[in-house]
């Protein structure tokens, strides 16, 4: 937590201010800081295009495989 020093008549015009806002003096003096624009989340789309960038060529799969290959080791 950060303390700040202001005058009396500074704190009475915030305390006004946030009343007037419905807001807390916290909330009212966070809603004055900017925050850091975040990146956009990417899509789907693009997750998986870089998904398949990244991904390297093996041999297709045989026109039969199943789950059982997968599990072959177990009953």
């Known amino acids: ?3 700040i020093q202001i005058d009396e008549q500074t704190a009475t015009t915030l ?3 946030a009343k007037d806002a419905g807001l807390s003096v ?8 900017p925050t850091a624009a975040l990146p956009p989340r ?6 998986e295009a ?3 960038a990244h991904s390297t ?3 297709p ?11 072959s080791d177990r009953d």
């Open 1 to 3: 937590m950060v303390s």
């Open 15 to 17: 305390q006004r201010q």
């Open 26 to 33: 916290a909330d009212y003096l966070r809603s004055l800081v």
């Open 42 to 47: 990417p899509t789907w789309d693009e997750i």
């Open 50 to 52: 870089e998904f398949v």
């Open 57 to 59: 060529a093996g041999p």
């Open 61 to 71: 799969l045989p026109s039969d495989f199943s789950r059982a290959d997968i599990y």
